[in-house]
């Protein structure tokens, strides 16, 4: 690490200021060195606030980095040397790793895209630069809580899902919404809020034309390692098939089973496999038997505003199809002018569940479309579920409308 900071601290192309300054930092990290050396002498409170610093220093470089990568991408340096811009600063910073190059790259990329102003202003701390990275503002106070690099790309992937579905105009209110939710979401929760903004934004015509073209992409295909003696099977399918695989491979039937020999053995992936093998097996075994369970559980959603409206106007069937304009607070309608055919945000301005009246989302976070849910419904237990104004659980209701059959055994004893 010493040689590493020594090789850092050579002449530098450019004025005496930026090669002291750069000096200086170099200096700085190998008094650190030295310092962190005997750390186990340090207190527990100078450990805990040294790592804060260090995992905060470690974010500003990452941020310089990235400067550097706008300015070398809006330049073309890469194509000088005619690599694409990530190899270029692999070659440049080989002791970056392969995920944090990835991030910086696809931030970099992004960064003077139409409608990313407030993605910029999340991702640089104060004083931070503006689009042109020369201007800088002294206004720390006003600025926005930041977000990581790591982060920062995830959000611009998952952007990049939304672009296509919307105006640019909309594009730039969705940006809006999701970077300062990104802040504090989880992963799934980001990927959750991506999903409703694309199903807001397309039609339902064109959220099944999706559907309909990633289910044509189904398929299997078969290659062999090593020989004959092992086969890889890839698996290509949709949203649908996705969830089905993933409720087997999360199964009972793949968890260990310690037997009197001892504990399961078997790798994570092994199990998985066996799993899978065990369901196709069964149904291989009884192809034409009717199944004896349900190949899914449906929990239908209705807000209990809507549920008690409906019931009030049963004897006219006259159903209410839009919110109050109260409640039509709404990205989707501020960005195209078009209303949703139902409320999309609670009264606390956050989505609920799902994002139009259909729409689905299986435990494990993929998003169907309403036609794959009415296929899954057909050979499913259907559960309904009565939500509050925050989306919170109201009533559940049984699978079965009917006695079930201990209850009926009961009975005729």
């Not at 959220?207 to 092992?230: N, Q, W």
């Amino acid at each position: 690490m010493a040689q590493m900071i020594h090789d850092w601290t050579a002449p530098l192309p450019f004025d005496r200021g930026k090669s002291d300054r750069l000096g200086e930092l170099a200096d700085a990290l190998r008094a650190c060195l030295e310092d962190t050396s005997d750390a186990h002498r340090w207190s527990e409170p100078e450990i805990k606030g040294s790592l804060a610093t260090l995992g905060g220093a470690a974010e500003d470089m990452q941020r310089c980095l990235l400067g550097m990568a706008v300015e070398s991408h809006r330049r073309g340096l890469h194509a000088d040397d005619e690599l694409s811009l990530k190899d270029w600063l692999a070659r440049k910073c080989p002791l970056l790793s392969k995920r944090a190059l990835g991030d910086i790259v696809t931030v970099a990329k992004a960064w003077d895209a139409e409608g990313h102003q407030t993605l910029r202003d999340h991702l640089t701390p104060a004083p931070y630069m503006h689009a042109d990275l020369h201007t800088l503002s002294d206004d720390a106070e006003d600025q926005p809580p930041t977000i990581g690099m790591s982060r920062g790309a995830q959000l611009i992937r998952a952007l990049a899902r939304v672009r296509p579905a919307t105006t640019p105009e909309g594009y730039a209110v969705y940006v809006d919404i999701l970077v300062p939710y990104a802040v504090t979401a989880s992963d799934k929760d980001l990927n959750a809020a991506t999903d409703l903004l694309i199903s807001l934004a397309l039609t339902d015509a064109q959220v099944e034309g999706a559907a309909k073209r990633a289910f044509a992409s189904r398929g299997v295909h078969e290659s062999s390692i090593g020989g004959d003696e092992l086969r890889r099977f890839i698996i290509t399918t949709d949203q649908e098939g996705a969830a089905v695989i993933r409720a087997i491979l999360n199964s009972p039937l793949a968890a260990p089973t310690p037997d009197a020999e001892g504990v399961d053995m078997r790798t994570t992936t092994q199990r998985r496999h066996d799993a899978l093998l065990a369901v196709l097996r069964r149904g291989v075994s009884s192809p034409g038997e009717a199944p004896t369970t349900s190949k899914a559980k449906v929990f239908l959603t209705m807000p209990l505003a809507a549920l008690i409206a409906a019931a009030q106007s049963a004897q006219t069937a006259s159903f209410p199809t839009s919110p109050p304009p109260s409640t039509l607070d709404n990205p989707f309608e501020k960005a195209t002018g078009r209303r949703p055919s139902e409320p999309q945000l609670n009264q606390l301005g956050r989505p609920g569940i799902f994002a139009r009246p259909g729409m689905g989302r299986t435990f494990t976070g993929e998003a169907l479309t309403p036609g794959q849910v009415r296929r899954m419904a057909c050979e499913a237990d259907l559960i309904p579920v009565v939500l509050g104004t925050d989306s919170e659980i109201l009533d559940v209701g049984r699978e079965s409308r009917l006695a079930t059959p201990g209850q009926l055994k009961k009975l005729w004893l």
